[in-house]
């Protein structure tokens, strides 16, 4: 049996273990156009800003691919036959698989703006993007930085950190608009500030000026900035081109049931290209997460390995880091108030900046749905696992010490003292 994944992120990878651990004698082929190994691309900003190599990037020692004798091959697949059952290589020759998984991941999706193909516009996603974002924005004095996701907010910390002037366009009235409330939003905003970058809320590129490369950015308020170096920040795409003519159904992404099977026989996707026919309750079709991404190809690789298994992702979690505010959020939070919802919060400052915990329930069951974090860690699995239980509103205040996570090695720091601090109902702002 000959298993093929194209996708050596950390969908592909999964999936290859899970194969092997099940399947010792079994031929596993892993094939990708980025890089001949696997990156762990969510610590490449700390590359950029020289905290890291890119070696310490590679999650697995060249000895781990031997040792589980899963080839590695360095090439783009420009065709899928899938009836055929073969991929067709750029470089190589065709490749014939009994089983194959398509974990081909994102592209930064940019919107068809006039001037986009400039020298010294571009995005953050693949290895390629991160040699280039050295070589052309090391030097660059002043940048414009479109898009306040979390790529965004790193992209702007990292040239911060070469002194780079930064303009952040975003399109919304306030920060992380869609994901939490307006208190929040401020804080973030502010914390932005203290860093010393340009936060530009309702504000859209309208063009890119410049003769060959980049000089400035035309905004929908009407401004003109200057830029030598743009990042385009405004979200990915399933990385699905290629596939036009494979016959397997697709939509946004590469369509999938529970079990990550496509349309085609024998041929399964997962990870940032896939999209949900039917989606879980309360989950996107598409969930371009690094955590989504491991147990999506840990449940395609019980598929190839013949023992099919259906996706089930848990409670949603997340987490980010703004500048120097870390932000955690678990099930679900939302950013408005609504009757629907009972919300309690309590906020403090400490030494390192400030820290604030959010606890929503639903009002009809007092069952808590979600808490969000914002500079301070809780333990994700226990919130998870009271989430899932459905416990009270009062219990999990009660309990929330247990949720405190205590690093190794640094000072621990503990969950504020909710029971002294009066709750505040609902009706934020
Ligand atoms: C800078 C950055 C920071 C991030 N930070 C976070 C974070 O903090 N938390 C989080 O949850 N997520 C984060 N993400 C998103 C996360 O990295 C992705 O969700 C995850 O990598 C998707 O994994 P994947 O294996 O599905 O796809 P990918 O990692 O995209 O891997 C797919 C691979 O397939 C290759 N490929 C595609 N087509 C072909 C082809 N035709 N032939 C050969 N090879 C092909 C691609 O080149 C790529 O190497 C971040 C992403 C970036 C770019």
Redesign the pocket.
Known sequence: MHIAI???????VTASRVVRRRHPDWRITV?????PTHYA??A??YVYMGHLTREHTQPYAEHFWTDNRIERVH????HLDARGKTLRLQKGGPLAWDRLLL????IPAFYGWPGQDLAGIQG???LQDLDRMEREAGSAKRAVVVGGG??GV?MAEMLRTRGTHVSFLIREGRYMAHAMPKRESRLLEHEIARHHVDLHLRTEPVTFQGKDRVQSVRTSTDVTLMADWVGIATGVRP?ID?LKDAGIDTARGILVDRQMRTSAPDVFA????AEAREPLAGRAAIE??????RIQ?ATAGMGLAGSPTPYAPGVFF???KFFDIEWQVVGRIAPEPSPEIVDAYTEDETPHGPRLIRLQADTASGALLGVHALGIRLRQSVISDWIARGVSLDDALRDLPLASFDPEFSRAILVPDLSRQSQRIANLG
């Open positions: 194209v996708g050596n992120g950390i969908t592909g094939i990708s156009d980025e890089a691309r969510t490449w900003m090439d783009r697949v420009t974990a081909t991941g994102s953050l996603y693949h979390l790529i790193e990385n290629w997962a990870g940032d290209c371009p997460l690094w955590y989504t991404g190809g997340n987490s980010a």
